[in-house]
């Protein structure tokens, strides 16, 4: 049967015809179009580190997607759902976390990702990598937690390596030039040749999720590179969240909805800016001492036909970085 999604990617909506949603070829390829990416190498990681990666989808559809299922081909990958219905402009993630504690050696996993609304569809997403039996690190990750912009913040991890006792470690390169690392070779132990690694996260570090490695280069003749996974969310003073409002059929009208904003310091709505005249904004409402609000809104499905993605402005008593902005996505149809 031949069905229609229509896509709103920047702005432009483009027609897509599945002309036999019986073919998995033809079905795929809307599925396919979600993703950001659909393979990732996890290189050389130590035992027993906890090493996952996210891979990112977001609905670009007018319909409501929904992930029916996740499957592995192999246990070295344990795959799970962030998010398993998605609205249109909605984003979530499908994360695969190589088990680095059961397996070692090199491994490679098919996740098979399931969906059945609007349309049945499957997604292959690859991973690979090689588990070190020989590198240990405790903890298993650099992991920050949340950490107030403008904060520094540091952790260490200790690096053993069981074998001969001329290893060393040549190097720490990463890509995230807002950490700093400190390497420091301990007396060997057992056997072991150990470093204690310091890991600082500097103050000037923007607000937002990181998921980012750090990779020993080692005088290893034949797999010199280690990675180690480092996790954390620098926090901005004031924080939003976007709001999805999913399909609406015109003339429909959505209330009992609000937008939040807070901040761990006490603080004003000063002024409340949105360029959609469908929406609107009401009055702001103290919560929590004052240290969030609540805004609630309406929205009234009307012209223009198609899916939309407004951006909501919020200007506030804060000094610095007191302005927030967030996003209200639906789709509207006739």
């Not at 891979?55 to 246990?75: M, P, Q, W």
């Amino acid at each position: 049967m031949d069905s229609r999604l229509v896509l709103a990617l920047r702005g432009t909506l483009c027609l897509i015809v599945f002309s036999s949603l019986t073919s998995l070829g033809t079905s795929q390829d809307w599925v396919r179009s979600m993703f950001d990416e659909t393979s990732h190498d996890f290189g050389n990681v130590p035992r027993g580190a906890k090493t996952e990666f996210r891979f990112s989808l977001t609905n670009k559809y007018e319909e409501d997607v929904h992930i029916a299922s996740v499957r592995s081909s192999c246990g070295c990958t344990l795959p799970r759902i962030e998010k398993d219905l998605l609205k249109t402009y909605e984003t979530g993630a499908i994360v695969c976390e190589f088990n680095t504690r059961s397996f070692i050696g090199g491994k490679s996993a098919v996740v098979t990702v399931v969906f059945d609304r609007p349309y049945y569809g499957e997604m292959q997403l690859l991973v690979k990598g090689n588990i070190r039996s020989d590198i240990v690190t405790e903890p298993g990750q650099i992991q920050f937690g949340e950490v107030d912009r403008g904060t520094e913040k540091s952790t260490s991890v200790l690096v053993s390596y069981a074998g001969t006792n001329n290893w060393m470690i040549k190097d720490v390169r990463s890509t995230n030039q807002n950490l700093a690392v400190r390497l420091d070779r301990l007396a060997d132990r057992n056997g072991r040749v150990e470093y204690e690694m310091a890991v600082r996260l500097k103050d000037e570090a923007p607000a937002g999720e990181f998921n980012d490695e750090i990779v020993l280069v080692t005088n290893d003749g034949q797999y010199n590179l280690v990675t180690i996974p480092v996790r954390g969310k620098v926090l901005p003073p004031l924080m939003t969240s976007p709001v999805p409002l999913g399909t609406l059929r015109v003339g429909q009208s959505v209330s009992n909805k609000f937008l939040i904003v807070r901040s761990k310091s006490p603080f004003e709505i000063k002024k409340v800016e949105c360029d959609d005249q469908r929406l609107n904004l009401q009055d702001p409402i103290a919560i929590a001492g004052g240290t969030a609000y609540r805004i609630p809104f309406t929205f009234e499905a009307k012209q223009p036909i198609g899916a939309f993605q407004e951006s909501v402005v919020v200007y506030t008593s804060l000094e610095e970085d007191g302005v927030a902005t967030t996003m209200i996505s639906g789709n509207v149809v006739e």
